[in-house]
């Protein structure tokens, strides 16, 4: 997997209060709409997603752990366990996997380019949150499809114009990846990431999913952020003029 490295794609340190979005619908290990599109032959389940049923807006952004080469890791409300080690190079034995669909039911018309949508990463191995936070567009290999898209047949792009003009965007990632400085995979650690999609026009929140990784611990589980808690440190200005640049490109 290919993506800018920590120092660039970072775009925010922290946490803030913000209330769940209006006709939110959160459920835990479940498929996202309609499959998973990145990769050969990755299942769909396990995942913890939340589905905007706002009559006009239907978007699903969804959150996972997997074993990286392996099975599905199934969650306690959000909570997944995963064990310690190396898998190959500097990777981890878990990914962590992200899917966000601006119409889940076919009915909207809205498309990846209508929305922003940010992920939030904790670097803080113990039970505390220390976010970095940026739009997943900073993932250059983003497979990208729409609702008839089969399982693994996504098209990898970082392209704005071919990226913004689909309804869904998936893709499957690794701590280890680039190295970062605060992540050892043989330790135990816990870890939050989080998803949101913003209106690019209005910047209203749409949909928001967090989940926990627990990671070595005899598997035991730790106590989730409240989604309601959990969210970006990235302000509203950065967000429209993040949105801005990427309109300007397209």
């Known amino acids: 997997m290919k993506f800018k490295r920590w120092g660039l794609i970072l775009a925010g340190v922290g946490a803030f209060m913000a209330a769940q979005p209006a006709g939110a619908v959160i459920t835990y290990n479940t498929d996202v709409t309609s499959d998973v599109i990145f990769g050969t032959g990755n299942p769909n389940g396990g995942w913890a997603i939340d589905q905007n ?4 807006v239907r978007v699903e952004v969804g959150l996972r752990a997997k074993q990286r080469f392996g099975a599905v890791l199934g969650s306690t409300n959000g909570v997944y366990s995963a064990t310690t080690g190396i898998s190959s190079g500097t990777a981890a034995t878990w990914n962590y996997e992200f899917a966000v669909n601006t119409d889940y039911t076919g009915t909207s018309g809205l498309f990846l380019g209508d929305v922003t949508t940010l992920i939030s990463i904790d670097t803080d191995p113990s039970v505390g949150v220390n976010f970095v936070t940026f739009d997943i567009f900073a993932f250059t290999d983003n497979a ?3 609702n008839s898209t089969p399982n693994g047949g996504g098209i990898e792009t970082n392209d704005p114009l071919v990226f913004g003009n689909f309804n869904v965007a998936q ?6 990846f680039g190295d970062p400085p605060f992540f050892d995979a043989n330790a135990d650690a816990t870890y939050d990431f989080a998803l949101e999609a913003f209106d690019a026009f209005n910047n209203d929140s749409l949909a928001r999913i967090t989940i926990q990784v627990v990671v070595g611990k005899g598997g035991a589980t730790a106590i989730p952020e409240p989604a309601s808690a959990l969210l970006f440190g990235v302000g509203l200005i950065g967000l429209a003029g993040l949105r801005r640049r990427r309109s300007k490109r397209a």
């Open 171 to 176: 893709n499957s990632q690794n701590l280890g």
């Open 53 to 56: 049923i706002n009559e006009d």
């Open 144 to 146: 990208v499809g729409d």
